[in-house]
């Protein structure tokens, strides 16, 4: 079993900065790729950012240059940092990991998600 729990969705004002975390625990072997998906009322969910185990990194075109997504490999964990948020980055975050969940690999990889953490940008 696998859990991922997200941490750092708050209230927070035009321009401002959070910093979101995200940890594995559980029956976790190797992590290839860790994201952040977002979700906004009455949207669908999307990719925000992603790293993969090379630290290759892929993010959404609006939020290149204002977000950052780093990885913390000794705790099994991914981070995104925020900053100049706007009005439009207000949704539920999700962290996404795709993890070998059993020793030896033989049952594959597969895609793990948080609970979500909200983000409000609001002044």
């Known amino acids: 079993q696998v859990q991922l729990v997200e941490s750092g969705g708050g209230l927070v004002q035009p321009g401002g900065s959070l910093r979101l975390s995200c940890a594995a625990s559980?029956?976790?072997?190797?992590?290839?790729?860790m994201g952040w998906y977002r979700q906004s009322p009455g949207g669908e969910r999307e990719l925000v950012a992603q790293?993969?185990?090379?630290?290759?990194?892929v993010y959404v075109d609006a939020v290149k240059g204002r977000f950052t997504i780093a990885r913390e490999y000794a705790n099994n964990a991914v981070h995104l940092q925020m900053n100049n948020l706007m009005s439009e980055d207000t949704a539920v975050y999700y962290c996404?990991?795709?993890?070998?969940?059993?020793?030896?690999?033989?049952?594959?990889?597969?895609?793990?998600w948080g609970q979500g953490v909200r983000v409000t940008v609001s002044s």
């Open positions: 996404k990991a795709d993890i070998m969940d059993s020793p030896d690999g033989a049952s594959g990889y597969h895609d793990y």
């Open positions: 790293i993969a185990d090379d630290d290759s990194t």
């Open positions: 559980g029956s976790v072997f190797v992590i290839r790729v």
